[in-house]
């Protein structure tokens, strides 16, 4: 998280520990795209993914958490605390 952060990269997780971490940790950045769901193969997710990266492009910029999965997206803009 930290060198995605210096280097002005997202992170593409299935792994749920990295929104907790940005909950934990009250952080800015970096951004986090998190996929969900039981079947999280690209040819599953690719086209809810790209519309997910069109729509939160801006917030991706600024620092967002992205939860993805085969029927919707959510857009959470970081910090996800106070």
Do not use: C, N
């Amino acid at each position: 998280m930290e060198w995605a952060r210096q280097h002005d990269y997202l992170v593409f997780t299935h792994d749920l520990d990295y929104g907790a971490l940005l909950y934990a940790t009250g952080a800015k950045a970096p951004s986090v795209i998190q996929a969900r769901g039981d079947d999280v193969r690209p040819s599953a997710l690719a086209v809810v993914v790209l519309k997910a990266l069109e729509e939160a492009g801006p917030d991706l910029r600024t620092g967002a958490l992205v939860t993805v999965d085969i029927r919707r997206h959510r857009i959470t803009v970081l910090p996800l605390r106070r």
